[in-house]
Nanobody
Framework: QVQLVESGGGLVQPGGSLRLSCAAS????????MGWYRQAPGKERELVAS???????NYVDSVKGRFTISRDNAKNTMYLQMNSLKPEDTAVYFC???????????????WGQGTQVTVSS
């Protein structure tokens, strides 16, 4: 019943910006940690940025100073602001969230469908 709906991907020039959104919907009691992953052609999926419910963040070194992860708990939505984009940022970006659906249900990890980000010089 829970879905993560991503939006905001696209094609940009180097140095450009994009903002990715991930909206969780369905029967949700609480959303705990959330994160953005990416998988570039020929590379393994990597964690780009994560954020706790309280707003603590962490980033992979390659995006520090350029990307900002945030969340709006009232909207069950997470964002990734990507600035100063580089060709090496080209990847499919995936939303990830640890969600509890009810008091009697265990939490579970959910994934979005992935959205393509292409930075073309």
């Amino acid at each position: 019943q829970v879905q993560l709906v991503e939006s905001g991907g696209g094609l940009v020039q180097p140095g450009g910006s994009l903002r990715l959104s991930c909206a969780a919907s369905g029967n949700i009691l609480s959303i705990y940690d959330m994160g953005w992953y990416r998988q570039a052609p020929g590379k393994e999926r990597e964690l780009v940025a994560s954020i706790t419910r309280g707003g603590s963040t962490n980033y992979v070194d390659s995006v520090k100073g350029r990307f900002t992860i945030s969340r709006d708990n009232a909207k069950n939505t997470m964002y990734l602001q990507m600035n100063s984009l580089k060709p090496e940022d080209t990847a499919v970006y995936f939303c990830n969230a640890d969600i509890r659906r009810g008091l009697t249900l265990p939490n579970r990890i959910y994934w979005g469908q992935g959205t393509q980000v292409t930075v073309s010089s």
